[in-house]
């Protein structure tokens, strides 16, 4: 049988808005541990949502649109930036 393979939806869409972040928000620092804290903690207050390959599939499980599903993250997000901005651990 075929090993399938996992990953956490929303940790992609994390990375890719933080990376779209980091190209709008030069203020941000780009270190290695700001980089971390800032997924960790923004991960932490979103469910994880681990899919295969339908996205669309889990979206309907959720009841949630993808719109619905950037904004949560957007949200949790910004909160976590802001944190790390006020408070870099290093
Ligand atoms: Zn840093």
């Known amino acids: 049988m075929k090993q399938s393979s996992y990953e ?3 940790e992609k869409i994390v990375r890719q808005e933080l990376n779209r972040r980091y190209e709008d928000d030069k203020d941000l620092c ?4 700001c980089y971390r804290d800032i997924m960790t903690l923004t991960l ?3 469910p994880p949502m681990y899919v295969s390959s339908d996205v669309g ?3 309907t499980m959720y009841h949630l649109t993808k719109d619905q599903l950037h904004t ?3 949200v949790e997000l910004l909160k976590a930036i802001k944190q790390v901005k006020n408070s870099p651990n290093h």
């Not at 780009?30 to 541990?33: F, L």
Request: aromatic share 6%.
């Open 8 to 10: 956490n939806y929303i």
């Open 30 to 33: 780009k270190c290695d541990v």
């Open 44 to 46: 932490n207050n979103l």
């Open 57 to 59: 599939h889990i979206m």
């Open 72 to 74: 949560q993250v957007m």
